[in-house]
Each structure stands twice: as C-alpha cells, then as structure tokens.
C-alpha cells in the first residue's frame, strides 16, 4: 500500500506541473474534453445494455415491429459511438504530444543548463542514459499515465452504472442451487465483487516480480544502445587498433543481460497471461451459470434479460478486475514512473551541488583579473586534489601553467570556468566578464560547418565573408568554400583540423580570457607557433592561460607557474617561486 501511495505521489509530482505551465488552458481543455467523451463512451455502454434486453426479447418473441424499431435505435446509438471513439482518439493523440513537449521542454532545460548535465557524470548518478530517460520515458509516460487513468475512470464510473443495473435485475430473478431458490439482495453483484478480488491477488502474487523485471529491461535496452553508439563514434580508433573482436564481445555481453532479463520476463508475462486468459475466459459463462437455472428451469426471466444480466455482469466483473486486466501495462507504468523520478533527483542533486555553500562558488572580482583567493579544488570522492591561495591571472598577462600528468591542470581549469563543484573557496571573475575554454579535442555539433566554427554563437552573429578569412588565418583555406556543408565535421577531419577550427572560434568570439588546455597538442611546432603568433596579433587584449608539456610554448607566454607536490595535493606556484625554495 506503501508502495501505491509513493509511486501515485510521484507521479502527481511528475504530471501536475504541466496542468499549471504557460500551457495550461490548452492542456485542462484537451484533458476536460477527453474525460467527458469517456463518460459519454460510458452511458454509450448503458444504452447498449438496456438495448440488447429490449433487442433479444423482441427475438425471442418474434416481435417484428419492435426488430425493426431497435435496430434503427441501435444505428444511432453506433454512429454516435464511433464519432465519440473517433474524438476521444484525436483530442487523446492532442493531449500527448504537447504534454510530451512541455516535458521534454522542461527536462532539457533542467538537464542542459549550467553544466548541470556535467555535474551529474560527475557525481555518478543513478539517472543513466538520460537520452533515452527523455524520450522513451517521458513519451511512455504520458500515455500510460492518460491510458491508465482513463481507464480507471471508465471502471469506476462503469462500476457505479452497471451495478445500479445489475442489482436490480438480481432482484428479478432468485438464486436457484440444487433445486432450492435462495433470497440474497443483488447477489450478482456481490459474485462479481468476490470473482474479482480473488482474480486480482492472483495477480498481484503471480506478477509482482514484472515492475523489476521492466525497469532493468529498460536500463539495459538504453545501455545496449548507448554503447553501440560509442562504437560508430569511435570506428577509426578501433578499426586503427583492430579492436572489433574486443568490442563485438563487450556488445555481446551487454546484449547477453538484455536477452537474460528478456527471458525473466517471458517466462513472468507466459504465467501472468496465463492466469489472466483463463480469468477472462471463465467470467464469460459465470453469470450464465448463476442465471441460467431462471431461464431454463422456472422460467421466471427472458433471453433479453439474460442477455442482459450477462452482459452487466461483465462489465462489473471488468470494473472490479481493472487491476487485473492492466496489470502488463500497470507493471511498465511503475518502472517508467521510477526512471523519471530517479532523472528527477539527479537533475535536484546535480543544482544542490551547485548551490552548496562549501562547494567551489563563483563571486564577482573586486578588479578585472580572475583571482583565487584560498581555492582547494578536491576529486568527487573528497581527496584534495589543487591548491591555490592568493592567485590571480592579471588581465592581458600571458600564461602558461605546467605540471606532472594527474596534478589536476585541467581539473583546475574546470573549477576556474564554474563546472567543477568539488572543493572549497570561491573563483572570483570580473562581472560581465567573458571566457572561453578551448580543449585538446574541441566539440564541433553536427550541421554546417558555419554552425561549427562559430559554436555557441548564431550564424547570424558573424558574416560568411569574416569567417572564411579566420578559417584562412588558421591555416585551413580549403575548408573556406564549404561554409554551408552539413557533416559531422568530428569524424570528417583530423585532430590536427579541429584544433585549428577551435582557435577560429576563438579569434571570432575575442573572449577577454581565453584558456587553452593543450588546444594545440596535435599540431607540429612550427604550427603551433604560427597559432599562437596569430592570437597575440589578433587578441591583443585578451589574458591568455594556456596548459602545455612543450618547451617551446613559454617564448609565446610572459609568466610560467607550475604545480608542485605539497603533501596530498598539489600547489600552483609561479616558477620563480619554484626556483627560490
């Protein structure tokens, strides 16, 4: 019971926002009309009944007038049923997909924001593959959740209908048992409530185990697919080191736990779908059987009202058994519901990270350089990592930072761009200030190469004519004409080519702090010093910190500081320093 309250709660929390969003009208509109079309399909259902009692006497007694009468009532009652179908899966279709929308609005601007979607690799959260948390889940659960909930409440409303019906007519005929009519107010009713709970703790003890099974099935699904997209990203690298065989194996495995969990299921849906058949099958001649001697035997009641009894019978029976008719639907309902609320935790851990007091924080610098004034910056496990205390890159200064393998350089530079919470101490940066990061491996989004090169601006922001003139400056004129080619421009050019189109991107933008981690490592030395030449004459104004191993970057930069070991963790000092102690 726990267990219902927690999950209904959830999923109050998860679908309620979007009943009081900017969309809210549309969306109470849309739900309003849908929830009245499945009343009106339920009074479709009671006019049915009373017309199947009226339809079959008229049969019985060869009564052609009324025949004839009826079926021209039950040609209305048809059309009107169809054109209500007909709505209710078009106003139903409606509803999905802006509610589907407002929630994927909604997750991409609380996954994508603030490196939040950094922060949640960071800390390791339980929210895998987000991409399919977005799309899979979120379109399941809104039609789950509309399908389930219209459902429930055409079974409570048919339940309230039909057992008014049902009673009444237990009222017209006795229960006849070994020959003996016994007296029992609505005792068709009180059948179908037994038959019913006695069908639903079948099931729930036959397929409790289906909610675990579904949510791993997903989770592997989403891992299996995620980690064959990693290989058609990275098919140079493995066909380079002849790696298939190592990576057809890991996909096999992974795909071995979607096949075994498959498996769990099937063998939990053949013993559920089982139960459930039988269940289904044995409610159609139940009612017959307790009617039955009333019609054959005393005689005391029609092929109309027999008919009829069968059928309201059914539709009780149905009401009362919701639980076990979706019971499938209801058990990857549970899992999805769990999913999204699992995203929805990391998403609130990932900002509360961000917003702890004792984390890194960023504040506003008192002059124009970015100074660390007393910054531990740790590893997400708590180990100190760098230590800085009353540092600063001054502004127009050029400088390059150096260090062992593992110190935590790019950690550092991390921490100084506000991504990296882990630690103490606050980075403080000129208001209004701009920087840009540029890393060894630059990311290009897939579109055009203008797209590419002017990432994260507009392509209006910047004239084709200015960057075909950068792309020259940077030594690639041949990338000049294809502006407007559409390629995954990652796979299509070399390590070497990226860094360049980075240092593009840079001399476009003229950030006033521009952080060059390895940025240029893939490029020979002549190239490089080309490079660097180019953004002291372009950006002259621009405080420039760069991260390297080569020996002959520090002729491009006026100040040198290294990372030291100091006890658990390493100290950022100016060279001189290093050289004085």
């Avoid at 609005?105 to 977005?134: E, F, G």
């Avoid at 889940?137 to 429930?152: E, H, I, N, S």
């Avoid at 058994?321 to 209801?330: D, E, I, K, Q």
Wanted: some cysteine; charged content about 20%; proline content about 4%.
């Amino acid at each position: 019971m726990n267990n219902i309250r927690s999950t209904l709660a959830t999923v109050w929390r998860i679908a309620s926002p979007f009943f009081k969003s900017e969309d809210k009208w549309a969306g109470r509109v849309l739900l309003g009309a849908v929830v009245a079309i499945e009343l009106s399909s339920v009074l479709m259902d009671v006019l049915i009944n009373q017309w199947r009692n009226r339809f079959y006497t008229a049969l019985q007694n060869k009564d052609w007038d009324t025949f004839k009468r009826e079926m021209l009532v039950f040609c209305a009652i048809a059309a009107v049923s169809v054109a209500l179908g007909v709505y209710q899966l078009y106003l139903n279709q409606w509803l999905q997909i802006r509610w589907r929308k407002w929630m994927t609005s909604k997750y991409l601007r609380d996954w994508v924001h603030d490196a939040n979607h950094y922060r949640m690799q960071l800390a390791n959260d339980a929210a895998d593959n987000p991409d399919q948390r977005i799309t899979d889940d979120v379109k399941l659960f809104v039609a789950q959740t509309l399908a389930l909930g219209l459902g429930l409440l055409n079974a409570v409303v048919s339940l309230a209908s039909f057992v008014i019906i049902l009673w009444g007519l237990s009222e017209l005929l006795p229960l006849t048992l070994f020959g003996i009519d016994l007296s029992i107010p609505g005792y068709l009713v009180w059948a179908a409530l037994v038959y019913a709970i006695f069908g639903t703790m079948l099931t729930q003890w036959i397929g409790s185990p289906l909610v675990g099974l579904d949510f791993n099935q997903q989770r592997l699904e989403a891992d299996f697919r995620f980690n064959l997209v990693r290989v058609r990203e990275n098919s140079e690298q493995i066909a380079l080191l002849k790696g298939e065989g190592a990576e057809r194996g890991r996909l096999l495995d992974r795909f071995g736990r979607v096949v075994a969990n498959w498996y769990g299921i099937m063998s939990r849906t053949k013993r559920i779908t089982a139960f459930t058949q039988s269940y289904a099958q044995a409610s159609v001649v139940f009612p017959f059987a307790l009617a039955g001697p009333a019609y054959f035997v005393s005689k005391t009641v029609q092929l109309g009202s027999l008919i009829q009894i069968a059928e309201a019978f059914g539709k009780v029976q149905d009401s009362l058994s919701f639980f076990v008719s979706a019971y499938r639907t209801l058990a990857e309902w549970r899992a999805t519901v769990a999913r999204l609320d699992g995203f929805e935790n990391a998403i609130a851990a990932a900002e509360k990270l961000a917003d702890d007091p004792a984390a890194i924080h960023e504040k506003p610098a008192a002059g124009g350089e970015i100074a660390l004034p007393q910054l531990l910056v740790k590893l997400p496990n708590g180990t100190p990592l760098v230590a800085a205390e009353h540092f600063s890159f001054r502004p127009g200064e050029r400088t390059l930072v150096t260090g062992p393998s593992g110190a935590g350089k790019s950690t550092l530079f991390r921490a100084v761009a506000g991504i990296w919470p882990f630690g103490s101490g606050a980075v403080e940066i000129p208001a209004n200030a701009s920087l840009m990061m540029l890393p060894q491996r630059p990311y290009l989004p897939i579109g055009s190469l203008h797209d590419a090169v002017v990432y994260p601006g507009e392509a209006t922001q910047f004239e084709a004519g200015r960057v075909r003139d950068v792309l020259t400056a940077v030594g690639l004129p041949q990338l000049a004409a294809r502006l407007e080619e559409e390629a995954h421009w990652n796979r299509m050019l070399s390590l070497g080519e990226q860094q360049r189109l980075g240092i593009a991107r840079a001399l476009l933008h003229a950030p006033q702090f521009l952080f060059l981690d390895e940025a240029t490592a893939s490029l020979d030395e002549p190239s490089e010093a080309a490079l660097y030449r180019l953004i002291t004459e372009k950006l002259p104004d621009t405080t420039v910190v760069s991260i390297g191993h080569r020996s002959t970057l520090g002729a491009f930069h006026e100040r040198n500081v290294t990372l030291v070991r100091d006890g658990d963790r390493f100290s950022l000092r100016d060279t001189v320093k290093v050289a004085a102690s």
